[in-house]
């Protein structure tokens, strides 16, 4: 029986914390008790909005509307923070295993966002064996038209870049905003019709609930 996400990033947190020096591990805890603390703000994305198309680029710089994906058929649009987060990796690696081989029966697609430069969506395509399609959000424009970006504390920016993480960087545009990690199915009318943000980023959306959400559309 293959793991569920919690199972796996939970079996990596605790991996982890013993290599990390007392002071970094500290910063991080502190950072998602907060974010646990603070819960999902008001005004994020929600079921029943109705979004309007937007324009991303591909992992070749290629631009794609997104529009046009859930036009097609329902669409699977799922924000991670980069390919450099551990637990957006163990997230995406699970939805290739056990999400993607099931999105046929629906007719359905599955697109992932990140604010990282083209060719940060490229090496994580790679290194994932992503088989999905995944696009880049240059400033996180279209996270933050959808109520989920915002950016880490100083704090937390400067033990990444200790660690030699620079998001302005690896991000698109040289912005360090991230989006939480939200995954939504999106009907041909472009109405949200599952939506799950995650003030914590160490949680993610489960395969099962995306299966319910999409059998749930009839």
Same mark, same amino acid.
Not at 8 to 13: G, L
Not at 151 to 176: F, W, Y
Not at 213 to 218: H, Y
């Given at each position: 029986? %293959?793991?569920s996400?919690?199972?796996?990033?939970?079996?990596?947190?605790?991996?982890?914390?013993?290599q990390?020096?007392?002071d970094?591990?500290?910063?991080?805890?502190?950072?998602?008790?907060?974010?646990r603390?603070?819960?999902?703000?008001?005004?994020?994305?929600?079921?029943g909005?109705?979004?309007? /198309?937007?324009?991303?680029?591909?992992?070749? /710089?290629?631009?794609?509307?997104?529009?046009? *994906?859930? /036009?097609?058929?329902?669409?699977? !649009?799922?924000?991670?923070?980069?390919?450099?987060?551990?637990?957006?990796?163990?997230?995406?690696?699970?939805?290739?295993?056990?999400?993607?081989?099931?999105?046929?029966?629906?007719?359905?697609?599955?697109?992932? !966002?990140?604010?990282?430069?083209?060719d940060? /969506? *490229?090496? %994580?395509? #790679?290194?994932?064996?992503?088989?999905? %399609?995944?696009?880049?959000?240059?400033g996180?424009? +279209? +996270?933050?038209?959808?109520? !989920?970006?915002?950016?880490?504390?100083? #704090?937390?920016?400067?033990?990444?870049?200790?660690?030699?993480?620079?998001? %302005?960087?690896?991000?698109? #545009?040289?912005?360090?905003?991230?989006?939480?990690?939200?995954?939504l199915?999106? =009907?041909? +009318?472009?109405?949200?019709?599952f939506?799950?943000?995650?003030? =914590?980023?160490?949680?993610?959306? #489960?395969?099962?609930? !995306?299966?319910e959400?999409?059998?749930?559309?009839?």
């Open positions: 029986m %293959t793991q996400i919690q199972e796996q990033s939970e079996a990596f947190q605790a991996a982890a914390g013993g990390m020096p007392a970094i591990a500290a910063v991080f805890a502190r950072e998602q008790e907060g974010y603390a603070a819960g999902v703000p008001a005004g994020t994305v929600a079921v909005d109705t979004l309007e /198309s937007f324009t991303l680029l591909d992992a070749r /710089s290629r631009p794609v509307s997104v529009g046009e *994906l859930w /036009s097609q058929g329902p669409a699977v !649009i799922v924000f991670y923070r980069g390919g450099w987060c551990p637990y957006c990796n163990i997230a995406l690696r699970t939805y290739q295993r056990d999400l993607v081989p099931e999105l046929d029966a629906f007719g359905a697609r599955l697109v992932a !966002i990140s604010p990282q430069s083209p940060q /969506s *490229l090496s %994580t395509q #790679e290194k994932a064996e992503l088989s999905f %399609t995944v696009l880049s959000d240059p996180s424009a +279209a +996270a933050r038209q959808l109520g !989920i970006a915002f950016e880490p504390a100083e #704090e937390v920016l400067v033990t990444q870049r200790k660690l030699g993480l620079d998001l %302005t960087q690896v991000n698109a #545009e040289g912005s360090a905003e991230l989006p939480m990690p939200t995954v199915l999106v =009907d041909t +009318a472009g109405t949200v019709r939506a799950d943000v995650h003030a =914590d980023y160490t949680t993610r959306t #489960e395969v099962p609930a !995306i299966l959400a999409l059998r749930s559309l009839g």
